[in-house]
């Protein structure tokens, strides 16, 4: 069975740093492109990240771009999100899911991802 698990979530200080991770279970994560989004309460889905099976040219939204770093590690297959200088306004569940093809940036399509990994910036 094709899951994700995302991980690394927890609290952190405006202007703090964590790392999430994407870890997939029944298959090996080299042969996807990987997408990361996230949901706040009350707010919309918002895409924020992919990365191609290279890892070059990664896509990032305007509003984590500078901030957030996409990267992967084929070898151990995962995927991870980097964030730092964390913004409240960064509070939210955070996904990744499988691409369906490739990214295509804000349009990229995707499906299958994992119950998600809270994130909540609050001094």
């Known amino acids: 069975q094709v899951q994700l698990v995302e991980s690394g979530g927890g609290l952190a200080q405006p202007g703090g740093s964590l790392r999430l991770t994407c870890t997939p279970s029944?298959?090996?994560?080299?042969?996807?492109?990987i997408f990361w989004f996230r949901q706040a309460p009350g707010k919309e889905r918002e895409g924020l990240s992919c990365t191609s099976r290279s890892g070059q040219a990664p896509y990032y939204s305007d509003s984590v771009k500078g901030r957030f770093t996409i990267s992967r590690d084929n070898d151990k297959n995962l995927v991870y999100l980097n964030m730092s200088r964390l913004k409240s306004e960064d509070t939210a569940e955070y996904f990744c899911a499988l691409v369906d093809g490739s990214c295509e940036g804000s349009e990229t399509k995707y499906h299958t991802w994992g119950l998600g990994t809270r994130v909540t910036v609050s001094s």
């Open positions: 029944g298959f090996f994560l080299d042969f996807n492109d």
